[in-house]
């Protein structure tokens, strides 16, 4: 079974701090996929990557910044939080040969 | 990709019960996907079908896509209490396999 894993289940951070968001896939996919869900506004696309060490902005970018050193490593950065980062972020992989993604269990984030 | 709009906006049933969400989306597409999340976790792949494709089951799902009203609907039949969930539609239109989520339908099924 394809599996994608994130840090944490839970997280509370303060205003300012600097963020890291994990994610982990073993299904050696290409593609991995950073997404916020917020009540009313489905899931946004903050970024994604198609390969390591490249990233494309997704459709809300600004405040966030990615990291893929590794093929199977996604990290999303909250550079300074704020409190409008509170959300509940999901991370996705997927392969350029099957169109379907594969998500984690999401990290529900609180920024104080 | 482009978003897909799911309606209703909310669905709430009896155990037994059949449910239909349906939705809507803009361009050509080359698939369209549903995905289910269950309270407070990640989506789950459930179907996809293909444009040249107009019917597809698995298990108690059944889906249907028109591509000239540009719009799919997913069928749930026998509902369970189990079934209670949010469900999305994503079309797809190539490019990175990068899909958009919308809103989504909630489903309540009630024992």
């Known amino acids: 079974d394809v599996k994608v894993t994130q840090s944490s289940r839970y997280l509370v951070k303060r205003t300012g701090e600097k963020v890291f968001l994990e994610c982990v896939q073993d299904m050696d996919h290409e593609n991995m996929f950073w997404y916020r869900q917020d009540p009313g506004l489905g899931l946004r696309l903050i970024y994604f990557?198609?390969?390591?060490?490249?990233?494309e902005k997704g459709d809300i970018p600004e405040g966030y910044s990615v990291s893929r050193e590794k093929k199977e490593r996604f990290s999303l950065i909250l550079e300074s939080a704020s409190t409008n980062q509170t959300s509940m972020y999901l991370c996705a992989s997927s392969s350029p040969q099957v169109e379907t993604q594969y998500f984690g269990p999401g990290t529900r984030l609180l920024v104080l | 990709s482009q978003q897909g709009e799911e309606d209703p906006q909310a669905l709430s049933i009896q155990e037994g019960e059949n449910a239909t969400m349906n939705c809507s989306y803009k361009t050509s597409i080359n698939n369209l996907q549903w995905y289910r999340q269950n309270s407070g976790r990640g989506l789950v792949h459930l179907i996809l079908i293909r444009s040249n494709e107009r019917e597809k089951h698995s298990g108690r799902l059944r889906v249907t896509l028109d591509t000239s009203k540009k719009s799919s609907s997913l069928l749930i039949t026998a509902s369970r209490a189990a079934d209670t969930a949010s469900y999305f539609c994503s079309p797809f239109s190539g490019g990175y396999n990068k899909l958009i989520f919308g809103a989504g339908t909630r489903l309540a099924v009630h024992p």
């Open positions: 990557s198609y390969d390591v060490k490249m990233k």
